[in-house]
C-alpha cells in the first residue's frame, strides 16, 4: 500500500492534473493507494475541488480551518499514515503544485526495497536536474544543501532541502515515538521542516538513498509560498538544536535510537524489513 501525503494550500488549479498523474503512476505499478490531502485552510474552492475528485479517487481528506504553515500540515499527514498504515507500507510526501512529477514514485519504492528506510528525489544525482528555477533559487538552495550536507552528512545524499520524499512507514513511526511533536519541531518557521526530517533521518542511523528527479518549477501553479529570510533563520535554528545532543532529552533519543537500530538492523547493517508491499 502507497499512502501519497499532499499538503495542500490554495491548490485548486493544480490538484486535478496532479492526482491523475497519481493514478497513472499507481496504475502502472499495479499499486493499491489512498491519497491523504491535508487541506491547510484553503480560501480558494480547493475544498470543494477535493471533495469532487474523493467521488472517484481514494483520497482521505484532513482539513484545517485556517492556514497553519507545512510543518504543521506535514505533521498531521505523517501522524495519521503512522496510526492507519502498516509498517511495511510506503508514504510518499509531495508538493501539490505540479512540480513534483509522480512518475518518480516507482524508483523511489524500487529503492527502497534496496534496503533504504527513506529516499529523496535529488535535483543533484547525476540525470536530475530543474527547468524555470532563477538563478537566486538555484543559488540559495545550492548553499543551503551544502550546509546541511557538512552539518548532518548522509553518505550519497546532496540534497536536503527538497521535499519530494518516500519513506517505510516503519520509519515515520518509530520517528514519532522517538521524537513525538518534536518530530518536525520547528513548525512555525517556513520549509524548515522539509530539512528537518532528513536531519532526523540521519540522527536516526537510517539508510537513506536518492533517486534523480528534474523539479519542473516551469509547471508550478501559483505564487511560491516559500518565505526565504524565516526558512533561512530556521535551517540556522535546526543546526543549533540537533547538531548535538543536548541535554537528558537528547540523551533518551540517542538511547531510543541504539535501541531501534538494533532492532531494525542486523549487525552487517541491512535492513530487517522485507520489501514493500503494493497489496
Not at 487541506?39 to 470543494?48: I, K, L, N, Q, V
Not at 543533484?124 to 540559495?140: A, D, S
Not at 551544502?146 to 550519497?156: A, E, H, I, V, Y
Not at 521524537?179 to 533521518?201: C, H, P, R, S, Y
Amino acid at each position: 500500500m502507497i499512502y501519497v501525503l499532499l499538503p495542500a494550500f490554495n491548490e485548486e488549479e493544480a490538484l486535478p492534473p496532479l492526482v491523475a498523474k497519481i493514478a497513472d503512476a499507481m496504475g502502472r505499478m499495479g499499486a493499491k493507494y489512498e491519497i491523504v490531502a491535508v487541506d491547510d485552510g484553503s480560501d480558494d474552492a480547493t475544498p470543494d475541488v477535493l471533495c469532487d475528485l474523493a467521488r472517484t479517487t481514494p483520497i482521505h481528506v484532513i482539513r484545517h480551518t485556517y492556514n497553519r504553515g507545512l510543518g504543521e500540515t506535514a505533521r498531521d499527514g505523517f501522524e495519521y499514515v503512522a496510526e492507519t498504515a502498516r509498517p511495511e507500507d510506503v508514504v510518499v510526501r509531495l508538493d501539490c503544485d505540479d512540480t513534483h512529477e509522480p512518475m518518480y514514485i516507482e524508483a523511489m519504492v524500487a529503492k527502497l526495497n534496496e534496503g533504504c528506510e527513506v529516499v529523496t528525489a535529488s535535483r543533484y544525482q547525476r540525470g536530475g536536474g530543474q527547468i524555470g528555477v532563477n538563478l537566486y533559487r538555484r543559488t540559495i538552495s545550492r548553499c543551503a544543501n551544502l550546509l546541511m550536507k557538512s552539518c548532518f552528512p548522509l553518505r550519497g545524499i546532496r540534497e536536503y532541502t527538497c521535499g519530494y520524499r518516500a519513506y517505510r512507514v516503519s520509519f515515520v513511526q518509530d520517528a514519532l515515538a522517538i521524537f513525538g511533536n518534536q518530530f518536525i519541531d520547528l513548525k512555525g518557521m517556513g520549509f524548515t521542516g522539509t530539512v528537518e526530517k532528513m536531519i532526523k533521518a540521519q540522527m536516526m542511523r537510517a539508510r537513506v538513498g536518492a533517486v534523480p528527479f528534474v523539479l519542473r518549477y516551469d509547471q508550478k501553479q501559483g505564487p511560491s509560498k516559500v518565505v526565504t529570510n524565516i526558512t533561512t533563520l530556521g535551517y540556522l535554528v535546526l543546526i543549533a538544536k540537533f547538531v548535538v545532543y543536548w541535554g537528558d532529552i537528547g540523551q533518551g533519543w540517542k538511547r531510543e535510537i541504539a535501541a531501534r537500530h538494533a532492532r531494525r538492523y542486523d549487525e552487517a547493517g541491512n535492513l530487517l524489513l522485507g520489501p514493500v508491499r503494493l497489496d
